[in-house]
């Protein structure tokens, strides 16, 4: 018999990743446990807004508002029911190391710090209709598991037939 086998090869263009900053899913749909409740923040256009109006969110480590933001998050947008966004770092030590460990794949988790301003209930969740972000912060493991860094990356498919041994 033979078996179709199918391999993607991945090119990342860190160079293009350092001009163009570090793309990023910001938050999701995705249910979080909060003592005794799921919470779900919809995204949709109308849903989410950002404080005072502003196109970009500062950047901190673990939603320590007090600290200097190590850079900011721009291209902000709605798309797939997700909150994406392009993390751009500053000029110093700490955001140097910490966008050097975001390239080598060891910093990866990311969380937004919000405000609910409608809500409804259903059953045991509690669906944010509206909400309005203050920020984003690097953590080292954030609620929403589908809120990471990433990278647009061409992809190349290759594919392959293998034989199979009866």
Same mark, same amino acid.
């Given at each position: 018999?033979?078996?179709?086998?199918?391999?993607?090869?991945?090119?990342?263009?860190?160079?293009?990743?350092n001009?163009?900053?570090i793309p990023?899913?910001?938050?999701t749909?995705?249910?979080?446990?909060?003592? &005794?409740?799921?919470?779900? *923040?919809?995204?949709?256009?109308?849903?989410?807004?950002? #404080?005072?109006?502003?196109? @970009? %969110?500062?950047?901190?480590?673990?939603?320590?508002?007090?600290?200097?933001?190590?850079?900011?998050?721009?291209?902000?947008?709605?798309?797939?029911?997700?909150?994406k966004?392009?993390l751009?770092?500053?000029?110093?030590q700490?955001?140097?190391?910490l966008?050097?460990?975001?390239?080598? &794949?060891?910093?990866?988790? *990311?969380?937004?710090?919000?405000?609910?301003?409608?809500? #409804?209930?259903?059953?045991? @969740? %509690?669906?944010?209709?509206?909400?309005?972000?203050?920020?984003?912060?690097?953590?080292g493991v954030?609620?929403?598991?589908?809120a990471q860094?990433?990278?647009?990356?061409?992809m190349?498919?290759?594919?392959?037939?293998e034989?199979?041994?009866?």
């Amino acid at each position: 018999k033979e078996r179709l086998v199918e391999t993607r090869t991945i090119v990342l263009d860190l160079e293009r990743a350092n001009e163009d900053g570090i793309p990023a899913t910001l938050s999701t749909q995705h249910p979080v446990a909060r003592g &005794g409740y799921q919470e779900v *923040l919809l995204h949709e256009p109308d849903a989410v807004s950002f #404080r005072g109006g502003s196109s @970009t %969110l500062p950047l901190l480590v673990g939603h320590q508002s007090g600290e200097p933001a190590i850079g900011r998050v721009d291209n902000l947008q709605i798309r797939d029911q997700e909150l994406k966004g392009v993390l751009r770092f500053g000029s110093s030590q700490r955001a140097r190391e910490l966008r050097e460990d975001i390239e080598q &794949g060891i910093v990866t988790d *990311l969380s937004v710090g919000y405000s609910i301003l409608e809500k #409804r209930l259903e059953e045991d @969740t %509690l669906v944010a209709t509206r909400w309005e972000v203050h920020e984003a912060s690097l953590v080292g493991v954030g609620a929403d598991p589908n809120a990471q860094t990433y990278r647009e990356i061409p992809m190349e498919a290759e594919t392959e037939i293998e034989a199979q041994q009866p």
